[in-house]
């Protein structure tokens, strides 16, 4: 297996456009560097070079490296490539091609009490998919902050 099996051809797609959803947490300056196959994105800061994670799944942005030669080291990390990349979750899935601009998305996310298992995943629309994460995680930010208000924090 090769880092092509799992990712999606994101050459053609609009990185604004896939990132609207999530400006309340992605800094404008980032452009989409590759997108997994299950709809999480590894960015580029346009600023500084830096990688980013954007986990549509937890709703969280993870700096991964400081350069693309950092970034380079770390797909040579078996361990981080199976993390990163979803690989277990999607291995039964491997046989099946993916069409273009779509990605495997769970039909209830786990934060909404799905299971964190392929039987719960569908083949979806990325653009419909990053919007949807992307307003489902910031719903979910601003319970969050109000519970906090509420608590005094």
């Known amino acids: 297996m090769n880092l092509k ?9 609009d990185s604004q456009k896939l990132l609207q959803a999530w400006q309340w947490l992605v800094p404008a300056n980032m452009e989409i560097a590759m997108i997994t196959q299950v709809g999480d994105a590894i960015l580029l800061d346009q600023d500084n070079g830096s990688l980013l994670f954007l986990d549509t799944l937890d709703g969280e942005l993870e700096m991964l490296a400081d350069s693309l030669d950092a970034f380079q080291k770390l797909l040579g990390d078996e361990e981080f490539v ?6 277990e979750l999607i291995a039964p899935l491997m046989h099946h091609q993916l069409p273009a601009n779509t990605v495997y998305s769970f039909k209830t996310p786990p934060v909404l009490g799905g299971e964190y298992h392929s039987d719960n995943l569908e083949i979806f629309d990325v653009y419909h998919h ?3 994460m992307g ?6 930010s601003q319970i969050d902050m109000d519970d906090k ?3 005094g924090n």
């Open 82 to 87: 199976i993390d990163y990349f979803s690989c």
């Open 5 to 13: 099996d799992l990712v999606i051809d994101s050459t053609n797609l």
């Open 130 to 132: 990053f919007n949807d």
């Open 149 to 151: 208000e509420k608590d």
């Open 135 to 140: 307003m489902l995680w910031e719903e979910i």
